[in-house]
């Protein structure tokens, strides 16, 4: 892709997103991430070989494609500064900030933009990262196709057609990396009671994880199928399921994922103010 990518933001979630797209073959010199001080850019720079830049203003002004990757709690202050640069250059902006509306972003940023929302999560840094998009009017095919492409390099791209489902996707995937990380700390404390090493529990639980996923996105049955095939009746799989549907799990993902999709709505009436 010969387009220029300016990430305004060089911390967790640019990062991410910058390593996967390198992995995948774009050019480092084609992509420019920016931060107020250069302790966050070294790193970028050094390991990655991109561009990097202090002053957003200069960051934007051959960029085709503008990421705002900075935390929602600043991203006014820090569109309104960048509002005569991006307006002289009126490139597709792409945030990846939970809970802040495009319309809001298109005013914060002098209006009249294309504005794509998405919604990533940090395993795409791995190339397995799992993005919800939403397009504002202004947004033309062409555009489409280039956000596609960009995010499609570090994982799985789903288009949402109503803004408001991005709460959905952030809960079922934005903030989801870190419930399995929890499971992960869960399973080796367990492991580590029933004997093993902490090292060894943490190897088995998360290369279980890895082969639970691979083996259902390869595999025509349902989950609840495959969950079955390894729960042979009277044996030790039903003993420990029956344990955690009798404790609720179900519940308690419904309400943490409601909680979850409930505070991105909260940040947008925070947050979104125009
Ligand atoms: N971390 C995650 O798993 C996910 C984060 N997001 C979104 O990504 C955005 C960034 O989050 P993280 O990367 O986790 O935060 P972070 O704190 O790791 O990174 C924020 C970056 O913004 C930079 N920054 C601060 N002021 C700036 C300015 N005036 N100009 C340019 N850069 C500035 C900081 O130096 C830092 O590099 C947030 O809006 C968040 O909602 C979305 C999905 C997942
Ligand atoms: O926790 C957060 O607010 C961000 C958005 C989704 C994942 N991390």
């Known amino acids: 892709m010969a387009s220029r990518v300016t990430f305004i933001g060089a911390g967790n979630m640019a990062g991410a997103i910058i390593g996967g797209m390198i992995d995948s073959g774009f050019a480092p010199d084609a992509i420019t991430a920016t931060s107020p001080s250069d302790e966050m850019l070294a790193p970028l720079r050094d390991r990655l070989g991109i561009r990097t830049e202090t002053d957003n203003d200069a960051a934007v002004e051959q960029a085709d494609v503008v990421v705002l990757a900075v935390k929602p709690q600043i991203m006014r202050e820090v569109c309104e500064k960048m509002r005569s640069a991006i307006q002289a250059r009126r490139p597709l902006i792409i945030s990846v900030a939970a ?93 580590a009671s029933l004997g093993l090493s902490a090292d060894t529990a943490r190897r088995l639980a998360m290369q279980t994880a890895y082969g639970a996923a691979k083996m259902a996105m390869q595999s025509d049955k349902t989950p609840a199928e495959l969950k079955r095939n390894v729960m042979s009746p009277g044996g030790t799989t039903e003993r420990a399921i029956e344990h955690l549907e009798g404790a609720g799990l179900r519940r308690i993902v419904q309400d943490a994922m409601n909680a979850c999709a409930h505070r991105a709505s909260e940040m947008a009436d925070e947050l979104g103010k125009r």
Do not use: I, K
Request: include cysteine.
């Open 99 to 191: 809970g802040l509306p495009a319309e809001t972003l298109e005013h914060w940023l002098g209006g009249e933009l294309a504005v794509v929302r998405c919604m990533p999560n940090t395993p795409s840094l791995v190339g397995a990262g799992a993005s919800g998009l939403y397009a504002n009017t202004r947004v033309e095919a062409s555009q489409r196709e280039l956000a596609t492409e960009l995010m499609e390099a570090v994982g799985l791209v789903e288009w949402v057609d109503d803004e408001a489902l991005l709460e959905a996707v952030t809960a079922v995937s934005g903030s989801a990396p870190a419930y399995f990380f929890l499971m992960f700390e869960a399973m080796e404390e367990a492991g």
